[in-house]
């Protein structure tokens, strides 16, 4: 199996890579990995990706990073295996609220890679064998700080957990047909600022370690 490690920043695997390095379990199956670095937000995660697949096709890629939660009840550390995303913040204010690209009847909500406006993973027997809990998710370009937005994309996409990449995974595996998960480990809870509040070493910590026994167990 020839597996894509895709995360936006580097400090956010370093753990696994540090191990990679110096295991041999990965040795002994017919397994190899690449790491791609991808930079922050959605518009360098898709390029990035993309220009990627048009040199190596993976039989599976794996995105890993830390988000925020939408739920106080979350334990920051917590890991989950996003099932759906969307670009939440494609649309337009209004008076009225906030109406995305479909609202806008710019795009249909069940044009490929769209299903009912949410980019949806189909490989759920890969999503099962992370034995991870499940949560859907919104990407973002802009970090929600207001408590109406973050309302909003309860309420529109039952939202549990944002990012700035996934829906760019999503979007882009989808369109080739290539099997991925997306794996989250929340740091934060969204629209708190104070970054005392905020837990990345643990994060990174909990990430790491479940993206070590997945990968290891492939």
């Given at each position: 199996m020839h597996c894509l490690l895709?995360?936006?920043?580097?400090?956010?695997?370093?753990?696994?890579t540090e191990h990679l390095a110096g295991t041999e379990k990965l040795d002994h199956i017919d397994f190899d990995i690449d790491i791609l670095i991808t930079g922050v937000g959605s518009n360098a995660a898709t390029?990035?990706?993309?220009?990627?697949?048009?040199?190596?096709?993976?039989d599976l890629v794996i995105q890993a990073g830390v988000a925020g939660c939408f739920s106080a009840k979350t334990n920051l550390g917590t890991v989950f295996a996003v099932t759906h995303d969307v670009f939440a913040d494609q649309g337009v204010q209004e008076k009225s609220g906030f109406r995305d690209i479909f609202d806008l009847k710019l795009a249909s909500p069940n044009e490929l890679p769209y299903?009912?406006?949410?980019?949806?993973?189909?490989?759920?027997?890969?999503?099962?064998?992370t034995r991870l809990k499940k949560a859907r998710a919104v990407t973002v370009n802009e970090i929600?700080?207001?408590?109406?937005?973050?309302?909003?994309?309860?309420?529109?996409?039952?939202?549990?957990?944002?990012?700035?990449?996934?829906?760019?995974?999503?979007?882009?595996?989808?369109?080739?047909e290539i099997t991925f998960l997306q794996i989250r480990c929340i740091s934060n809870l969204v629209g708190e600022?104070?970054?005392?509040k905020w837990n990345l070493p643990?994060?990174?910590?909990?990430?790491?370690?479940?993206?070590?026994?997945l990968l290891e167990s492939l």
């Open positions: 895709v995360a936006s920043t580097a400090a956010e695997i370093t753990p696994f390029y990035n990706l993309t220009r990627y697949l048009q040199v190596k096709r993976p299903k009912k406006g949410v980019l949806a993973n189909p490989y759920g027997s890969m999503v099962k064998r929600t700080t207001q408590k109406k937005k973050s309302a909003y994309y309860i309420e529109k996409y039952r939202a549990e957990v944002e990012s700035m990449e996934g829906a760019s995974l999503h979007f882009v595996c989808l369109q080739e600022r104070n970054k005392k643990l994060a990174i910590e909990n990430l790491n370690k479940e993206l070590i026994r």
